[in-house]
Nanobody, 127 residues
Framework: QVQLVESGGGLVQAGGSLRLSCAAS????????MGWFRQNPGKEREFVAA??????STYYAHSVKGRFIISRDDDAVYLQMNSLKPEDTAVYYC??????????????????????WGQGTQVTVSS
């Protein structure tokens, strides 16, 4: 059974930092590209960042580029969020895409491409 469990969310003041973690189990993690998305009530879930299965490629939404950093190790993916803004407030989800048959640097920004999702962690940035 595949599980993705996010942690690290919370309340932070504007300009502060948070580090989100997503622990993966029940899958061969090294064959999955990973992504972070976020969502607010009544809005669509939007792409934040993605990383290839090798970790060699990363991609960011324009709104977070230069402030957020995605990384991974053997069984988890992380999102370091710096210089947080009130507009970063959302529930953050990690997602896994089976990339076994792709190149090692494959990643995707498309929500529909991901096979598994975590339950989300709330990030609230106060002004």
């Amino acid at each position: 059974q595949v599980q993705l469990v996010e942690s690290g969310g919370g309340l932070v003041q504007a300009g502060g930092s948070l580090r989100l973690s997503c622990a993966a189990s029940g899958l061969t993690f090294s064959t999955y590209a990973m992504g972070w998305f976020r969502q607010n009530p009544g809005k669509e879930r939007e792409f934040v960042a993605a990383i290839s299965r090798s970790g060699g490629s990363t991609y960011y939404a324009h709104s977070v580029k230069g402030r957020f950093i995605i990384s991974r190790d053997d069984d988890a993916v992380y999102l370091q969020m710096n210089s947080l803004k009130p507009e970063d407030t959302a529930v953050y989800y990690c997602a896994a895409k089976n990339a076994y048959y792709t190149t090692t640097n494959y990643l995707t920004t498309q929500r529909k491409d991901y096979h598994y999702w975590g339950q989300g962690t709330q990030v609230t940035v106060s002004s």
